[in-house]
Nanobody
Framework: QVQLVESGGGLVQPGGSLRLSCATTRNIFGFNPMGWYRQVPGRERELVVSITRGGSTNYADSVKGRFTISRDFAKNTLYLQMNSLKPEDTAVYYC???????????WGQGTQVTVSS
């Protein structure tokens, strides 16, 4: 059973930074792509950034230049470094990964990020 466990969310002031982590129970070489989505109440879940197995990234325009996705293959962990946070970044952030074997999509439980003064 594949599990994705996010951590690192919290309350931060505008202009601040947070780093989200997504630990997996499977070698992340087995996923393509992986990514981060976010959702606010009453709105659809939206893509923040995705990364392919080869390392190609696709960022939402709203986060380009502020957010960075990265991976630690030794720890089987995906990260999202978020800088220059804005109140409109407030959302529940979800980690996702697609199995290269089954094409099944897996999701974490989500972690709340709140940007407020």
């Amino acid at each position: 059973q594949v599990q994705l466990v996010e951590s690192g969310g919290g309350l931060v002031q505008p202009g601040g930074s947070l780093r989200l982590s997504c630990a997996t129970t499977r070698n992340i070489f087995g996923f393509n792509p992986m990514g981060w989505y976010r959702q606010v109440p009453g709105r659809e879940r939206e893509l923040v950034v995705s990364i392919t197995r080869g390392g190609s990234t696709n960022y939402a325009d709203s986060v380009k230049g502020r957010f960075t996705i990265s991976r630690d293959f030794a720890k089987n962990t995906l990260y999202l470094q978020m800088n220059s946070l804005k109140p409109e970044d407030t959302a529940v952030y979800y980690c996702t990964a697609r199995s290269i074997v089954t094409n099944d999509d897996y999701w974490g439980q989500g972690t709340q990020v709140t940007v407020s003064s």
